[in-house]
């Protein structure tokens, strides 16, 4: 089956800190991966994603590289930033799989001063 | 313009009520979802359908009922709610059901007293 496994939480860095966030993911066909972003009493927002294999996604200095050997899309920072605290979801979309995203269990990041 | 929304925002009412939330998007996307998020932030997946057809119903509680007027509108009616219900509730758009990402609507907070 289809599944994303997230590496848990609670991550708690001083700012500056490198971030990893450990995904990964179990498909049958040729996913496409996704980082969403949940800021406190917010929706979701999508942060980066990949569609094939060696893609790297990035935005806001966060970068996933889509590593099919390893079934792995591991998000990275180099230097987290307070304003980076938030829940952070790995996800995964598998082409006819009738409408299915899958999420995994979100981990939440909390970078202080 | 926000491009996925839901209301209300809150609501706060007791057991046994019957209460609906309404979601609009208007990004032109064929494919819309509802999510439930509990206080552990886990998403499940609830409904999904796709140009007014049902194509996702997980095990929900038939409490739970969707209604789909058009494909830019996703309703949601819960009746005789529950302890239980209490949860954030996301509604979501796509563009089809195998392409691109899911964006996401604030969301709205339920409390059943």
């Known amino acids: 089956g289809n599944s994303v496994t997230q590496m848990e939480g609670p991550v708690t860095l001083s700012e500056e800190a490198f971030l990893t966030i450990n995904c990964t993911y179990t498909?049958?066909?040729?996913?496409?991966l996704f980082w969403y972003v949940q800021y406190p009493g917010e929706g979701l927002q999508l942060l980066l994603k990949?569609?094939?294999?060696?893609d790297k996604g990035s935005n806001k200095g966060f970068e996933a590289t889509y590593r099919k050997e390893t079934t792995s899309f591991h998000l990275e920072k180099g230097s987290v930033q307070v304003s980076d605290s938030a829940v952070y979801f790995c996800?995964?979309?598998?082409?006819?799989?009738?409408?299915?995203?899958?999420f995994g269990t979100g981990t939440s990041l909390t970078v202080i001063p | 313009d926000t491009a996925v929304s839901q209301t209300p925002k809150y609501l706060v009412t007791q057991m046994g009520n019957d209460k609906s939330i309404k979601c609009e998007q208007n990004?032109?996307?064929?494919?819309m979802y509802w999510y439930k998020q509990d206080s552990k932030k886990f998403l499940k997946i609830m409904f999904s359908?796709?140009?007014?057809?049902?194509?996702i119903n997980e095990t929900v509680p038939n409490r739970f009922s969707p209604k789909s007027p058009d494909k830019a509108h996703l309703n949601l009616h819960i009746n005789s709610l529950e302890l239980g219900d209490s949860a954030v509730y996301f509604c979501?758009?796509?563009?089809?059901?195998?392409?691109?990402?899911?964006?996401f609507g604030e969301g709205s907070r339920l409390t059943v007293l």
């Open positions: 979501a758009s796509r563009q089809t059901a195998n392409t691109g990402e899911l964006f």
């Open positions: 498909a049958t066909g040729y996913p496409s």
């Open positions: 990949a569609t094939k294999a060696d």
């Open positions: 996800a995964l979309s598998v082409p006819n799989t009738g409408n299915q995203f899958y």
């Open positions: 990004l032109g996307h064929d494919t």
């Open positions: 359908y796709n140009n007014k057809e049902l194509i």
